[in-house]
């Protein structure tokens, strides 16, 4: 015969139930807590970077030096873009790593550089880290894109709108030296030799990342400092 002890010990253990539920609760939070550093804590950090970066770089450049971050990636370049607002500074780092995309903008490794025949072929998160082209799709034909450098400032002015073309994100033309678009009457620069061109990469949305909203511009000049 059970003792009143050992009913009020049963009925103090808690059921499959209950513990189902905690598990469900342990979880949804965390995947709460994962969604708000990603869209939330990944900015802050990124943001700070992105700033520490820029200061270190322009400090160099005075002294008439290169700049490499801790992670070891070398920053030439700072972007500025009128259409974000007049305080809209991000650094260009070489490359496209996850550490790289997490300070600024990246340089393909393999596209032209700053200014030269080509394409200077960025890119950079819309969402998370920093978000420097979060306002992609508000970039208008004629906008302009500065970057300068140590000895120049360089202007580019866009030929395409910021969503008017989107690519799978395997679609690698739009980073080749003269993106040629493969569909007929597609959006694509120019198709003459000898330019210099600018292409600006990210993802289409916001949530996922299967796709790439890319923009083509040219330089229009270059200002030496």
């Known amino acids: 015969m059970a003792t ?14 209950t513990l189902l539920g905690l598990v ?29 970066v820029t200061a270190s770089l322009e400090q160099r450049w005075q002294a008439g030096e290169d700049f490499t971050t801790a992670e070891g990636s070398t920053a030439g370049a700072v972007i500025r873009i009128p259409r974000f607002g007049k305080d809209y500074e991000v ?3 070489e490359g496209t790593s996850d550490d790289v995309l997490a300070a600024g903008f990246g ?4 596209s032209a550089g700053v200014g ?10 819309r969402v998370t880290h920093g978000e420097p082209l979060r306002g992609m799709p508000e970039l208008r034909v004629g906008d302009t894109v500065l970057v300068e450098t140590r000895t120049a400032v360089y202007t580019y ?15 690698t033309w739009v980073v080749s030296a003269l993106p040629r678009n493969p569909e007929d009457g597609g959006v ?22 299967d796709n790439r909203m890319i923009a083509f511009g040219h330089l229009q000049k270059t200002s030496p400092k």
């Open 4 to 17: 009143t002890t050992d009913r009020r010990s049963r009925r103090a253990r808690p059921g499959w139930r």
């Open 116 to 125: 030269e025949v080509g394409n200077y072929a960025l890119a950079a998160h």
């Open 157 to 171: 002015v866009l030929d395409t709108a910021g969503a008017d073309l989107v690519v799978p994100f395997t679609d």
């Open 91 to 93: 650094p260009v780092l």
């Open 107 to 110: 340089h393909f490794d393999d």
């Open 24 to 52: 469900f609760l342990v979880t949804g939070l965390s995947l709460i807590g994962y969604v708000g550093w990603q869209m939330y804590g990944t900015n802050i950090v990124s943001h700070r970077k992105q700033h520490a």
């Open 188 to 209: 694509q620069p120019a198709q003459r030799k000898g330019q210099q061109l600018l292409t600006l990469t990210t993802c289409s949305e916001l949530f996922h990342t």
